[in-house]
């Protein structure tokens, strides 16, 4: 059973946007929070935001002022708006909720 599924990768030039979406299940959506991660190639999955179920967020020094995390509640989804995109931004970036619950990734590829 598919509880989240990632959309909206792509490859984009530098200084431009994407926006991911992640549709969760209904009792996944309903989880404490649900979270970002990113993986580059040869690096370890970080984490790069996450927003509770009550709407607070919390973000990566990394993205901070560029990534906005939001929720749309009777979608079911969870967007990352990622602006000023840069070429250390490219990865697959991961859906998480608790308890070890993920996605299957989406490309995010930043050209120079």
């Known amino acids: 059973q598919v509880q989240l599924v990632e959309s909206g990768g792509g490859l984009v030039q530098t200084g431009g946007s994407l926006r991911l979406s992640c549709t969760a299940s209904?009792?996944?959506?309903?989880?404490?929070?649900i979270a970002w991660y990113r993986q580059a190639p040869g690096k370890n999955r970080e984490l790069v935001a996450t927003i509770s179920e009550d709407g607070s967020t919390d973000y990566a020094n990394t993205v901070k002022g560029r990534f906005t995390i939001s929720r749309d509640n009777p979608n079911n989804t969870v967007y990352l708006q990622m602006n000023s995109l840069n070429p250390e931004d490219t990865a697959v970036y991961f859906c998480y909720a608790p308890d070890d619950v993920w996605g299957q990734g989406t490309q995010v590829s930043v050209s120079s």
């Open positions: 209904e009792r996944i959506f309903r989880s404490a929070y």
